[in-house]
């Protein structure tokens, strides 16, 4: 098992263009997850998805778009990046269907991004 | 707003000392209470969890944190510290039916021979 992968590791961007994160897991878990990771602000989620074709706003969704593509798959769009998106982002997974708020989060490996 | 806190950015120890790292909430109801670890330039890494029962929960790597009902705590401990525990640590809760997290700003710790 791979667990959870994203693509690429590293990407710099010039302010006003676009890119997609890419994510995946392999474990049929229910729900997947966006964070951004700033020093000394934790881990702060953009959306979710709880379930196949269902997706939600986290704490800090504003530049950002998702797509749930299947069980596996789940996108972070942004669609003009701004220097306030450098940042490095996690996806994550996790076998909680709606209303479980219990089991733990399974993490990727993290996309460093930089917004010249 | 709901929240946990990690007040020490940094905690320092010697190897073969006993650890500890610190969280309070302040989350109302009954909330689910994580502990998860990061090395350099990797994602984050479950430890252990309190959902309910025995206040004393018991992790992967030795771990083991303590729910405190009356502290709002949930603090991290390990008995003899290791230089390879050194790392960022996150407490982190869920509540009621989100299932999402909400995590704390990380408490680096460092451990030295």
């Known amino acids: 098992n791979a667990g959870v992968t994203q693509t690429p590791k590293f990407q710099v961007l010039k302010t006003g263009q676009s890119m997609t994160l890419q994510c995946a897991q392999d474990?049929?878990?229910?729900?997947m997850y966006w964070y951004r990771q700033d020093p000394g602000m934790g881990l702060r989620l953009i959306y979710y998805?709880?379930?196949?074709?269902?997706?939600d706003k986290g704490e800090v969704p504003n530049g950002y778009n998702v797509s749930r593509l299947n069980k596996r798959e789940f996108s972070l769009r942004l669609e003009s990046a701004a220097p306030s998106q450098t940042s490095v982002y996690f996806c994550?997974?996790?076998?909680?269907?709606?209303?479980?708020?219990?089991?733990?989060?399974?993490f990727g490996p993290g996309t460093r991004l930089t917004v010249t | 707003a709901q929240s946990v806190a990690q007040p020490e950015d940094q905690v320092n120890v010697a190897e073969g000392n006993p650890l500890t790292v610190k969280c309070t909430y302040s989350?109302?109801?009954?909330?689910?209470l994580f502990w998860y670890v990061q090395y350099p330039n990797r994602g984050l890494q479950f430890l252990l969890k309190?959902?309910?029962?025995?206040?004393l929960v018991k992790g992967s790597y030795g771990f083991e944190a303590e729910f405190n009902k009356s502290q709002t705590s949930f603090h991290l401990k390990k008995p003899s510290a290791l230089v390879s525990d050194s790392a960022l640590y996150f407490c982190?809760?869920?509540?009621?039916?989100?299932?999402?997290?909400?995590f704390g700003t990380g408490t680096r710790l460092q451990v030295t021979l």
């Open positions: 309190y959902i309910t029962g025995d206040n």
């Open positions: 994550a997974s996790s076998v909680a269907l709606a209303g479980a708020s219990s089991y733990e989060q399974y």
């Open positions: 982190a809760f869920a509540t009621g039916t989100a299932s999402k997290l909400t």
């Open positions: 998805s709880a379930s196949e074709g269902t997706t």
């Open positions: 474990m049929n878990h229910n729900s």
């Open positions: 989350v109302s109801g009954n909330p689910y």
